[in-house]
């Protein structure tokens, strides 16, 4: 118990809020307390202070494995009750945290937003949680998309869903129109054949463009990205 009463506002006192800008997030801890561990300080620094280095994919996120059981309970409720703010990154830790008490506020968001982006983004977390069709049906919307930029700034999750569909997609987009989308593709193959991105790519475009109809090799690039740990 002592746990607890050390983190939680007394109930008492005013909640304070915790502001990132202009944003006023409902915080019903004292995120400095030192009952808290380093990953969960993390935790809440990259949620709730800054997001930007998770925004541009800086951060090592070890703090969703590293929290305490305890922990990653209250960064459930934390980010549960503040995705009526709707921001990507607290979409996306609903389905890192395997927070499927927040389904239910996740398909309200979902059902109120008609923008592909926002959709995908949403859609990736209701999927984390219990694989709704619903994601992939988006995924390949977004492979069809007349925006060049919206490929491109979803281009990682196509390969969310390790299976045959993703390593399809992947070939399909070797021929995309756009020359960063092409390079993306490229360079995601070379990643799943070495299961590490090199400097210098083994392979190029044409190259994978001659094995699309190769079974054998298809098949391998599915069980290599199956065992990715991305």
């Given at each position: ?47 709730f ?32 009750q ?43 977390a209701?999927w ?35 299976n ?8 399909d987009?070797?021929?995309d ?19 590490q ?15 699309r ?18």
């Amino acid at each position: 118990m002592g746990f607890f009463k050390n983190i939680f506002v007394n109930k008492t006192e005013k909640v304070e809020l915790t502001k990132q800008k202009s944003t006023e997030y409902f915080i019903d801890i004292d995120p400095n307390s030192n009952s808290f561990s380093t990953a969960f300080k993390d935790f809440y620094k990259n949620h709730f202070i800054d997001q930007r280095g998770l925004a541009r994919q800086e951060v090592d996120t070890y703090f969703f494995n590293s929290m305490t059981l305890e922990e990653k309970e209250i960064a459930k409720r934390l980010i549960r009750q503040n995705l009526k703010l709707r921001q990507a990154i607290l979409f996306r830790a609903s389905g890192l945290l395997q927070d499927k008490e927040a389904l239910p506020l996740l398909y309200d968001q979902f059902q109120n937003n008609t923008d592909l982006s926002w959709l995908l983004t949403i859609g990736q977390a209701i999927w984390k949680l219990n694989g709704d069709d619903l994601y992939p049906k988006l995924l390949r919307q977004l492979k069809d998309h007349t925006s060049d930029t919206m490929r491109e700034a979803h281009f990682d999750q196509v390969t969310d869903l390790k299976n045959e569909e993703s390593i399809e997609m992947l070939f399909d987009y070797l021929t995309d129109k756009s020359g960063l989308v092409k390079s993306m593709t490229v360079s995601k193959l070379n990643y799943i054949l070495a299961g590490q991105y090199e400097q210098n790519q083994r392979f190029d475009r044409d190259y994978f463009l001659s094995k699309r109809n190769d079974k054998e090799f298809r098949s391998e690039l599915v069980e290599k990205l199956k065992n990715l740990n991305e």
